[in-house]
């Protein structure tokens, strides 16, 4: 089966010429591929979850933790970006180490990013449902766990219907949702920084040093355990190169706005942690960092005062963006997945009048749902749990593409250095970095004492069970549907074009 210089089968992608629908070519911009790139990874949810558990491990040097955080993720992106102009398929990693490293770990790619934004969705409704209700003075109703439950499975199906109603919809609307949101954390890092010069802060407040940024200021062990939650931080940016088929200027537009992502996420949080780490003290924020997103609701309180409500508006609209942008990578790559015989073909259903992916959609929200609903019976901690295990697959899948990288560009990593080093070097660099983060996690997650509560599942962590039982679970529907249908694993891998190399990068 010839796939052509893109990698793609020809027989397996519908165009307009056939009668079959297709997603909207061009539906979007850079800028508004930048924007869903940053709303996914949900930067001020991201900041509450894991400021204090950071500052916990690494104290005063917790920013230096989160910038070598972003050295892995700059040489991922950089490797999202060259796949990307080889071949714009919105099943990103799934399509590009299927044509590099061959069906098998094309598939588990793929399986890696469907089951993150299943495992996330539902803990992202939870929270801007929360921060919602605290924002509005219901603290009562915040409490209630019915009410916030069921107005998170609301909120899911809402921002799911957005996804299906069109991607020029979810653009605009995430163009609202990141100007609230990086207004409210940079109001929020001025006065909290003006407070701390103006000797007002009422908690134990420090000036802040360029010292800080040093990652290795509190030793070696601190910045292992920091960078396995400095990681999570910056994961999502990918979600605008999933939108690569509805982008304008497909080849080069999405991976740019991917790395710009990156770029500025880098910013933001340096700035806020800044902030937090200044007015707060490091004795404060480690005390409580296992309150986690609730240790922003209190700060919050303690810098603006009655203002509070702007920063949990922007930890809501923040995880409220992240609903909707997470359901995009898993809703795309299931469609890829399906349109390649990887997966049933009804995933790949494309809506006629809107042209999206309908089916894949609502399939991953309902999915996401029901493990949000049962994981919430099991324990306290579970949801908890299972956000833990995302690290695992991030880790796994961002891995795997930067190895990718360099195997489809094999013979061409030697023509000049630009392409040794941005092409092959600095991915397989972030692909090694990321490689060790995930075998230190899997340790770490192996002693039920790491883990939420300290609980044991079957003598081990349950974040580890959890990542254990999505693994196998994917190596056997694998097995299945190669049994099934076995098209896809008849592919042959794809070709790097010269020309998309030569003088073009």
């Avoid at 009048?353 to 901690?381: K, M």
């Avoid at 961002?398 to 195997?407: E, I, M, N």
């Avoid at 990593?413 to 392409?419: D, M, R, S």
């Avoid at 790491?450 to 580890?464: C, E």
Wanted: proline share 4%.
């Amino acid at each position: 089966m010839d796939q052509g210089d893109h990698g793609r089968p020809e027989d397996t992608l519908p165009d307009a010429a056939s009668g079959e629908d297709t997603l909207q070519a061009g539906a979007i911009g850079f800028l508004d591929a930048l924007v869903i790139g940053l709303n996914s990874t949900s930067p001020a949810y991201s900041l509450a979850a894991v400021i204090g558990p950071i500052v916990a491990i690494a104290g005063i040097y917790a920013p230096g933790v989160m910038l070598a955080s972003f050295v892995p993720m700059l040489l991922i992106a950089a490797a999202f970006y060259y796949l990307n102009k080889v071949d714009q398929d919105c099943g990103t990693t799934f399509s590009w180490v299927t044509r590099a490293m061959g069906p098998w770990a094309g598939w588990l790619g793929g399986w890696a990013i469907t089951m993150t934004g299943v495992l996330v969705i539902g803990s992202l409704a939870d929270v801007a449902v929360h921060f919602g209700l605290l924002a509005f003075g219901l603290d009562g109703l915040a409490a209630n766990t019915v009410v916030r439950q069921t107005l998170a499975v609301v909120l899911i199906l809402a921002m799911t219907a957005i996804c299906v109603i069109g991607t020029e919809l979810s653009a605009h609307f995430q163009d609202v949702l990141i100007l609230a949101q990086v207004l409210f954390l940079l109001v929020f890092a001025v006065v909290a920084i003006y407070r701390v010069y103006a000797g007002t802060s009422t908690l134990d407040a420090l000036h802040p040093s360029v010292g800080w940024l040093n990652p290795f200021g509190a030793g070696g062990s601190a910045l292992t355990g920091g960078l396995l939650l400095g990681v999570f931080i910056y994961w999502g940016w990918e979600s605008a190169v999933n939108l690569t088929e509805e982008v304008e200027d497909s080849a080069t537009a999405p991976g740019k706005a991917g790395i710009w992502s990156t770029l500025v996420l880098l910013v933001t949080y340096l700035s806020v942690g800044f902030a937090i780490v200044a007015y707060a003290g490091t004795k404060f924020l480690a005390e409580n960092a296992d309150e986690e997103e609730e240790i922003f609701a209190v700060l919050a309180h303690e810098v603006m005062g009655g203002w509070d409500w702007m920063v949990l508006l922007a930890v809501c609209t923040s995880a409220l963006a992240s609903t909707q942008t997470t359901i995009i990578p898993a809703s795309r790559t299931a469609l890829s997945m399906a349109r390649r015989h990887a997966l049933p073909p009804h995933l790949a259903h494309i809506h006629h009048r809107f042209h999206t992916p309908d089916v894949s959609t609502w399939w991953v929200a309902a999915i996401a749902i029901a493990w949000y609903l049962a994981v919430n019976q099991i324990s306290e901690n579970a949801l908890l749990d299972s956000l833990t295990a995302l690290s695992l697959l991030i880790a796994f899948y961002y891995a795997l593409t930067g190895v990718a990288c360099a195997v489809y560009y094999r013979r061409h990593l030697l023509e000049n250095a630009h392409n040794l080093l941005l092409i092959g070097v600095g991915p397989l660099v972030g692909a090694g970095l990321l490689a060790w983060l995930l075998v230190e996690s899997v340790a770490d997650m192996s002693d039920p004492r790491n883990s939420a509560g300290g609980a044991s599942w079957f003598g081990l962590g349950p974040p580890l069970v959890i990542g254990i039982g999505i693994a196998a679970a994917g190596v056997l529907l694998m097995c299945f549907w190669r049994i099934r249908d076995g098209r896809f694993w008849q592919e042959r891998r794809g070709v790097v074009d010269p020309a998309l190399v030569r003088g073009k990068n």
